[in-house]
C-alpha cells in the first residue's frame, strides 16, 4: 500500500485543441485537476464532452495544446515518448469500454505480457498473474482465450492486466458501458478495491451513475469545460458508511484509509 | 515477441499452412536449381577432372569440350609424343552422333578412345565392364535410363550395331550424355579415318607441366594445350555461362514472389490486428516490441517453411529421377544452408519492409 496522499497527476489549466481542416475543435478547455494515491475520481459528463481526451491527457498518449500536465512530478511535455512509455507500462493502468485484450493471448498471457512490458521476468510475472486470476476469481479462465469469456469475465481481466504492474494511476475510460447491470456492478466495486487496497489513484470516464457512488471525487465536463466537482463516497464500499465517515471527518473528498471491507462484505485485498 | 508472433501463428492455421507451403515450395526450387546445377557442374567436368592426363591439347582456338570443336589430325600423335617430357599421348574422337534403340532417338556425346589405354575412358563404371572391342559401348546410366536400355542390350548409331556392356556415372552434363566406344569405332561411325578430336597427354616423371604446354604448342603448330586443372575450369567456365544466368533468373523470381508474397501476408496481418497493435503501444510495449513481434512471426513463418520444405525435398527428388532420369541432383550441405539462410533474409527482409505500417498504428486509436 503506498502512502495514501501522494499526488499522482497536476493538471494545471489544460486545454487541448484538434484541427480538421479548417475547423477547430476545443475538446478539453483549461483543465485543472489532481489525483491523488487511493482515490476514485469520477469524470462524467455527455459524450463527446472531452472525457476521452482528458483520459488520453494523462495517460500522455497526447500533449495538451495549452498549460500543463504532470505525471508523477515529471512535466510530460518534456518527456521523450520513449519515457512516457516506460511510465504506461510501470506505473499506469488502463481499462477500456470494448477490454482491448489480445485475443490470440489466453487469459493469462493477457496477464503476463504487460509485466513483460515492464520487464518482469516471466516467472515472476506468471506468479502474479496467477494471484491477480484468483483474487478476481477468474483463475479457472486462465488457459481461455478472451473470445470464450462473457463481457463481465473479459472486464475482470482487463482489470487483472490493467493492475499487473501495481499502478499508481489506474484510468478506465467508460468501464461499464459494454457490461451487464450486475456485471457493470461488479466492474465498479473491483475498480474502488483498487483504490483502497492497492492505493491506485483511479480516473474514470463514464455515464454510469453508479460510479458516483464509489467516487472520491465526481468531476462534471461539459463541451470540454469541468464544470464542477461533486464529492462522492471516499474510497469506500457502494452505498457504505463511508458518507457518514467523511462527515465526521469534515474535510469534504480528502482521502481516507477505508474500512477493510467492500461492497460485499468480503475483505480481499490486492497484494502490492 | 515470441509467445505473441506464436500464438498469431497458431490461431490462423489456414493463413499459416497456406504461407508454410509458399515458402517450402520457394525453398525446394532453390534447393532444386541448386541440386541440378551441381548435378549438371559434376557431369560436365567429371570425365575431365577424373581422366588423370596432364595436358590437354585440341585444336588453337578450341579451349573447352563442351561447346567447341576440335580436330586434329592424327598425324601429330607421333610430333607429340616426340616433345619432351611427354610420356605418352592418348587420341580421343568426340562426336555427336544420334543413338538409336528401336524406335526411339536421342544425341549422345560420343567419345572414341584408345581402349587399350587407361586414359579416355568412362569416369567411373556403375555396372558392367570397360570397352573391349568394336561392338562394345558404355552408356551413361542416366541415358541408358532415358532409352530403356541395360547392359546387354543393342543400340545402334548410323546403322552400326552396337552392345550396351557397361553403365558409366559421372557422365551426365544434363542437356548432353556421354557415351563410350573404340577410337576405331568412332571413326568408322564418322566416316573420317584420320581425325581425332583432341589428345590426352601424359608428362614423363619431373616434366612441368605447364612448360610442357608451350613447348607442345611450339613444336605443333595449330595445336592449343592447356594443363589439366586450366582445362577444368575453362569448361566448368563454359557450363557456368549458360546455365548460371538461367538459374540465377529463376532462383531471384523465387526469392521476389517469396518476399511479396511474404510482406503481403505480413501487411495484412499488421493491418489485422492493428487494435492489438494500438492497445500494445498504449500499454506501454517498448519500442521494440512491435516490431521485434513481427520480425519473430516472420522468422518463425521461414523457419517451418524451410522445414516443410526440407521434408519435401527428397520426395521431389525422387519423383524427378523417375520422370526424367538424365535430370542428375547433387544435394550438398553449402547449398542446404544457402537456402535456408536465404529464406530466412527473405523473411526477415519482408518483416522489414511491412514494419512500416506499424508507424502509422496510434496509441490513441483504442479510444476509437
Ligand atoms: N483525434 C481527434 N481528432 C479530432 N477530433 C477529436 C479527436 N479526438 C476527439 N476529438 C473531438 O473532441 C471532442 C471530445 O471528444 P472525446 O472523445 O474526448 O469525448 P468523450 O467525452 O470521450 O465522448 P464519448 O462519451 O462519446 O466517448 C469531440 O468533439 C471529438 O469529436
Ligand atoms: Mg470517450
Redesign the interface.
Known amino acids: 500500500m503506498r502512502s495514501p496522499e501522494a499526488t499522482v497527476f497536476r493538471m494545471r489549466n489544460a486545454s487541448r485543441n484538434f484541427t480538421h481542416g479548417a475547423g477547430v475543435t476545443h475538446a478539453v478547455r483549461g483543465a485543472t485537476l489532481d489525483g491523488v494515491s487511493g482515490e476514485v475520481l469520477v469524470l462524467l459528463g455527455p459524450s463527446g464532452s472531452g472525457k476521452t481526451t482528458l483520459l488520453s491527457m494523462l495517460a500522455g498518449l497526447i500533449r495538451p495544446t495549452a498549460g500543463s500536465v504532470e505525471l508523477f512530478g515529471h512535466d510530460i511535455s518534456g518527456l521523450p515518448p520513449q519515457a512516457l512509455q516506460r511510465l504506461r507500462a510501470a506505473r499506469m493502468g488502463f481499462i477500456f469500454q470494448t477490454f482491448h485484450l489480445f485475443d490470440v493471448l489466453k487469459v493469462e498471457e493477457n496477464i503476463t505480457l504487460v509485466q513483460r512490458f515492464n520487464r518482469v521476468e516471466r516467472a515472476p510475472a506468471k506468479r502474479r498473474a496467477k494471484e491477480l486470476m484468483e483474487i478476481l476469481e477468474i483463475d479457472r479462465l486462465a488457459g481461455k482465450y478472451p473470445s470464450e469469456l462473457s463481457h463481465g469475465e473479459k472486464q475482470r481481466v482487463a482489470i487483472a492486466r490493467a493492475v499487473a504492474n501495481r499502478p499508481e494511476l489506474l484510468l478506465a475510460d467508460e468501464p461499464t458501458a459494454s457490461l451487464e447491470w450486475n456485471q457493470g456492478l461488479e466492474v465498479v466495486a473491483l475498480l474502488q478495491r483498487c483504490a483502497r487496497e492497492f492505493g491506485c489513484c483511479v480516473v474514470c470516464a463514464t455515464h454510469d451513475l453508479r460510479m458516483e457512488e464509489v467516487a472520491g471525487r465526481v468531476l462534471r465536463i461539459t463541451d470540454g469545460v469541468l464544470t464542477g466537482t461533486a464529492e462522492g463516497a471516499v474510497g469506500a464500499g457502494i452505498g457504505s458508511d463511508a458518507d457518514a465517515e467523511k462527515k465526521r471527518a469534515g474535510d469534504g473528498g480528502t482521502i481516507k484509509k477505508p474500512a477493510p471491507q467492500d461492497g460485499t462484505g468480503q475483505y480481499v485485498r490486492i497484494p502490492d | 515477441m515470441f ?2 508472433a506464436f ?2 501463428l ?2 490462423q492455421p489456414q493463413r499459416l499452412f497456406l504461407t508454410i507451403a509458399a515458402i517450402a515450395l520457394c525453398a525446394v526450387m532453390m534447393l532444386f536449381l541448386l541440386a541440378t546445377y551441381r548435378g549438371v557442374a559434376d557431369g560436365s567436368v567429371d570425365y575431365i577432372r577424373r581422366n588423370g592426363c596432364d595436358v590437354w591439347v585440341l585444336r588453337q582456338n578450341s579451349t573447352n569440350l563442351l561447346r567447341g570443336t576440335s580436330f586434329l589430325t592424327a598425324a601429330i600423335e607421333n610430333e607429340i609424343r616426340s616433345c619432351d617430357g611427354v610420356r605418352d599421348a592418348h587420341p580421343v574422337l568426340l562426336l555427336l552422333p544420334s543413338l538409336h534403340r528401336g524406335a526411339q532417338r536421342a544425341t549422345v556425346f560420343l567419345a572414341g578412345y584408345d581402349h587399350t589405354q587407361r586414359l579416355g575412358g568412362p569416369p567411373a563404371l556403375f555396372a558392367g565392364r570397360g570397352v573391349h572391342s568394336d561392338s562394345d559401348i558404355v552408356l551413361d546410366r542416366a541415358f541408358a535410363r532415358k532409352m530403356e536400355v541395360g547392359i546387354g542390350d543393342t543400340v545402334s548409331i548410323n546403322g552400326t550395331r552396337l552392345t550396351v556392356c557397361g553403365l558409366s556415372t559421372g557422365t551426365n552434363a544434363f542437356v548432353i550424355q556421354y557415351g563410350f566406344v573404340t577410337l576405331a569405332r568412332a571413326r568408322s561411325v564418322a566416316g573420317i579415318p584420320d581425325l581425332v578430336s583432341l589428345y590426352l597427354v601424359e608428362a614423363a616423371p619431373g616434366a612441368i607441366p605447364d612448360r610442357l604446354v608451350r613447348r607442345i604448342e611450339e613444336k605443333v603448330p595449330g595445336t592449343a594445350g592447356f594443363t589439366d586443372g586450366t582445362f577444368l575450369e575453362n569448361n566448368l567456365a563454359e557450363m557456368e555461362s549458360g546455365f548460371l544466368p538461367l538459374l540465377f533468373a529463376i532462383a531471384g523470381i523465387g526469392v521476389v514472389v517469396m518476399t511479396v508474397i511474404l510482406s503481403l501476408l505480413l501487411g495484412i496481418t499488421i493491418l489485422e ?1 492493428r ?2 497493435f494500438a ?9 521494440g ?1 512491435l516490431p521485434g513481434s513481427i520480425a519473430v512471426y516472420a522468422l518463425m513463418l521461414a523457419l517451418f517453411g524451410i522445414a516443410a520444405g526440407l521434408g519435401m525435398f527428397p520426395l521431389l527428388v525422387s519423383l524427378v529421377e523417375r520422370i526424367s532420369p538424365e535430370i542428375n541432383t547433387v544435394t550438398t550441405l553449402p547449398h542446404v544452408l544457402l537456402v535456408v539462410a536465404l529464406c530466412i533474409v527473405v523473411g526477415e527482409g519482408s518483416a522489414l519492409l511491412s514494419m512500416r505500417r506499424l508507424h502509422s498504428i496510434y ?2 486509436e ?2 476509437q
Open positions: 509467445l505473441y500464438r498469431l497458431q490461431r490486428r487494435r492489438d492497445v500494445m503501444k498504449t500499454l506501454g510495449a517498448p519500442r516490441y496509441a490513441l483504442v479510444y
